[in-house]
């Protein structure tokens, strides 16, 4: 995406865009030659779309790379996500409204459970609750480090915020999550020379968290990761010209689009709240970005039937979506989360495009198999989405004369 190639080419229109993400929506088959969760799931709303849409598999970031939620998200934003980088500190920050400044250094931190080796057991602390992540935050936000303000703060259930403020302070830090079980946290490492300072600092933090923390298994230690600094961005209304509006229930992807310029609609527990939020700001925004979490954590729990069950659920709100007369209508995931990879995956997600003027493909059901035959193509850069659906949109002039 050239945001300076397609400046020029945009057009004011009446037409508005609803951006549907289900998070970690790709997956894979429990058993050779089975079904995927999205597939064994019954969604004849999603299928009736599809049927009438335009169909494929988009690609979040290049050939075989496993993509975090942050890239893959900004690659549906239109924004290449290699070119634009952001860690995963910054955006938990953003998504809670923390007043992160220009020189503060930011990290997305979990709650983990380690043994008496000092392996990790589990890296989300058994998902603790939120009012149990604020009473850890409260005691680790009491340390002292010499020379640097610390701020811990809670996001959600085992996630929470760091935050440090001072001199000489930069994000290039190695993350201490090893992303596996049964590995002991990796040190901080710097990664330039003038990371050193912050890296030590780190160091100091998880020494006195370990010992803060010792006695409250299943939260008895930390890991941290996306290590970061605010970055300066292009905003989504100035790039695509339209004003857009973000709902969803995780400070993570609020922050997300806080970033790239979007408004934050209040955080929601549901789709309920979700479809009360479209409704009432229907008619203040060109462009909705929807975001439900809940498919990826089943994913990463391995849970393959929660999925499917969470997948039905979101399949019931769309004739109620579609009921508010959207101009383009996406439905995507931002990667696939196989539940029996228990992880983020580099597999293509299926994506459906539907307007008033997409040519149709020959895709009936809306899962991985059908959508590798559909007219977007099996392996559509994720970036391409956004220029199709301003064209889609009647929001794109021509090129050329």
């Given amino acids: 995406m050239d945001f300076e190639f397609i400046r020029p080419l945009l057009k004011s229109a009446e037409t508005k865009v609803l951006l549907l993400v289900l998070d970690?929506?790709?997956?894979?088959?429990?058993?050779?030659?089975?079904?995927?969760?999205?597939?064994?799931?019954?969604?004849?709303?999603?299928?009736?779309?599809?049927?009438?849409?335009?169909?494929?598999?988009?690609?979040?970031?290049?050939?075989?790379?496993?993509?975090?939620?942050?890239?893959?998200?900004?690659?549906?934003?239109?924004?290449?996500?290699?070119?634009?980088?952001?860690?995963?500190?910054?955006?938990?920050?953003?998504?809670?409204?923390?007043?992160?400044?220009?020189?503060?250094?930011?990290?997305?931190?979990?709650?983990?459970?380690?043994?008496?080796?000092?392996?990790?057991?589990?890296?989300?602390?058994?998902?603790?609750?939120?009012?149990?992540?604020?009473?850890?935050?409260?005691?680790?936000?009491?340390?002292?480090?010499?020379?640097?303000?610390?701020?811990?703060?809670?996001?959600?259930?085992?996630?929470?915020?760091?935050?440090?403020?001072?001199?000489?302070?930069?994000?290039?830090?190695?993350?201490?999550?090893?992303q596996n079980v049964n590995r002991k946290p990796l040190e901080p490492e710097p990664r330039s020379p003038d990371g050193a300072r912050a890296a030590a600092m780190i160091s100091k933090f998880v020494e006195q968290a370990a010992g803060i923390l010792k006695d409250h298994s299943p939260a008895n230690m930390v890991l941290l990761r996306g290590f970061s600094q605010r970055p300066e961005w292009p905003l989504f209304d100035e790039v695509f010209g339209m004003k857009a509006a973000a709902i969803a229930a995780y400070p993570m992807y609020l922050g997300l689009a806080k970033l790239v310029g979007m408004n934050t609609l209040p955080s929601v527990r549901s789709m309920d709240d979700a479809l009360a939020g479209l409704k009432s700001n229907w008619p203040n925004y060109d462009f909705f970005y929807v975001h439900v979490k809940g498919p990826d954590s089943a994913g990463e729990d391995g849970d393959f039937h929660r999925r499917i069950r969470l997948i039905e659920e979101v399949d019931g709100y769309v004739p109620k979506i579609m009921e508010l007369d959207p101009d383009v209508m996406i439905v995507t995931g931002d990667h696939s989360t196989p539940a029996v990879l228990k992880s983020h995956s580099w597999h293509p997600v299926p994506v459906v495009l539907w307007s008033r003027q997409c040519r149709p493909d020959c895709v009936e059901r809306f899962g991985e198999r059908a959508c590798l035959s559909g007219g977007l193509g099996p392996y559509i850069p994720a970036v391409d989405l956004m220029p199709l659906a301003l064209a889609n949109a009647l929001r794109l002039d021509k090129f050329g004369a």
């Fill in 24 to 178: 970690g929506l790709g997956g894979l088959p429990l058993e050779k030659g089975g079904s995927t969760a999205l597939e064994a799931a019954a969604t004849p709303h999603l299928d009736d779309l599809a049927s009438r849409g335009l169909c494929g598999l988009h690609r979040p970031i290049g050939p075989g790379i496993t993509p975090g939620s942050g890239p893959a998200h900004l690659g549906l934003f239109g924004y290449d996500p290699v070119k634009y980088q952001v860690g995963r500190g910054v955006l938990a920050a953003l998504g809670i409204d923390f007043d992160l400044k220009p020189r503060d250094v930011a990290a997305r931190g979990n709650f983990c459970t380690v043994d008496e080796n000092g392996l990790v057991q589990d890296r989300r602390a058994g998902r603790i609750s939120t009012d149990k992540n604020r009473e850890l935050c409260s005691l680790l936000e009491k340390m002292t480090l010499p020379g640097v303000e610390l701020f811990v703060k809670t996001v959600k259930e085992h996630r929470f915020l760091l935050v440090l403020r001072g001199e000489n302070l930069t994000g290039q830090i190695g993350d201490t999550d090893p």
